[in-house]
């Protein structure tokens, strides 16, 4: 799954791809390009019985890890989240266990504010979302020059309301975007799914 020859790509959350992975699964996802052609996976990883009573009590304060994968079903990335009450933040790794960044959220009134590190700890772009837009989540670089933009896609009051599936679209906005930076933003649009609109997932275990 090479990111950096899309400049748009697809986050669908399905129910049906439980036994696609070697793991006990949680929330499931394909990875899509513009054309609709799957061109990866994601999972959170099922804990068990108390896994199950962490995220009842907790909910999306848990840690929980997010597991990406390509079309061959090779595992490329992992998303973790610690157990945290405010602040959130998660770690992306690659399938060697080398840190390709970090997202740390920052303090706002009225908006949710993310910096998202690169692998050496610096920070390298700002994810937020304002008061009134709450669905869209800009990537804006070191200049304020929006890099990239994560937004969910509604599908209609009904549809939303008596279906537990979350749609999300990713968009790279321009090409001096490396290959990290784009896996980031993919691990950036599951974890805003989890964080802001499981609502309707928590009855799917």
């Keep these: 799954m090479k990111l950096s020859n899309h400049t748009q790509i697809f986050v669908k959350q399905k129910r049906e791809l439980a036994?696609?992975?070697?793991?006990?699964?949680?929330?499931?996802?394909?990875?899509?390009?513009?054309?609709?052609?799957?061109?990866?996976?994601?999972?959170?990883?099922?804990?068990?019985?108390?896994?199950?009573?962490?995220?009842?009590?907790?909910?999306?304060?848990?840690?929980?890890?997010?597991?990406?994968?390509?079309?061959?079903?090779?595992?490329?990335?992992?998303?973790?989240?610690?157990?945290?009450?405010i602040f959130q933040e998660f770690q992306i790794v690659n399938n060697q266990g080398v840190v390709l960044g970090s997202v740390k959220q920052r303090f706002g009134i009225f908006k949710k504010k993310f910096d998202v590190h690169n692998q050496h700890g610096d920070v390298i772009f700002e994810m937020r979302s304002g008061f009134f837009n709450f669905w869209t989540f800009p990537f804006f670089d070191r200049n304020g020059q929006m890099a990239a933009l994560i937004q969910k896609k509604w599908s209609g009051m009904l549809k939303e309301l008596f279906t537990d599936a979350d749609n999300f679209v990713v968009e790279f906005k321009t090409s001096m975007l490396t290959e990290n930076d784009r896996l980031i933003m993919l691990a950036c649009s599951v974890f805003t799914d989890l964080q802001y609109f499981e609502r309707k997932a928590s009855n799917n275990y």
């Design 19 to 85: 036994e696609l992975f070697g793991f006990e699964t949680r929330n499931k996802y394909e990875i899509l390009d513009a054309q609709m052609n799957v061109i990866g996976f994601c999972a959170e990883q099922q804990k068990g019985l108390l896994g199950m009573l962490f995220r009842q009590v907790f909910g999306h304060w848990r840690s929980f890890e997010l597991h990406f994968f390509d079309n061959n079903r090779q595992q490329i990335l992992v998303s973790k989240h610690p157990f945290r009450f």
